[in-house]
């Protein structure tokens, strides 16, 4: 559930479940596999709508009817590294906080078909779910 640069509370979360991982293994702890989210998932289109809220862009989208194969919903378990490193994301929400979170907001425009400098912003995104097959 990245929103491309958007959205870095989850990056910082990520950070934390890394910095967390490489404590517990330098203390000893056993090598495993460990899931890193929320514990709820979040549509493509809410997500998207959260990216147009913290951005304050409103960009084009494109939707297309939903491929075969492709899964209705996918939510990571994150019973085990709860338990195993006593992590939890710090910000559950596609929201971030504070709003300086969002990279690029003071490098690009406002307007939805203005180039950014830094990092660039698609002028269109597809609703369609990623192809996990």
Request: charged residues 15%; hydrophobic residues 30%; contains cysteine.
């Amino acid at each position: 559930m990245e929103a491309a640069c958007a959205i870095s509370s989850t990056s910082s979360d990520l950070a934390q479940a890394h910095r967390a991982a490489l404590s517990y293994l330098r203390a000893g702890g056993a090598s495993t596999t460990l899931n890193c989210g929320y514990g709820r998932g979040y549509s493509v289109l809410e997500t998207i709508e959260a990216v147009r809220r913290v951005s304050g862009r409103n960009f084009a989208v494109q939707t297309a009817p939903r491929r075969p194969g492709d899964i209705m919903t996918m939510i990571a378990d994150t019973g085990r590294i709860a338990s195993t490193l006593d992590w939890t994301p710090q910000y559950a929400d596609l929201e971030p906080s504070p709003p300086t979170r969002w990279h690029g907001k003071r490098s690009c425009s406002t307007s939805a078909t203005a180039p950014c400098s830094t990092p660039p912003q698609p002028k269109s995104h597809s609703a369609q779910a990623p192809n996990l097959a």
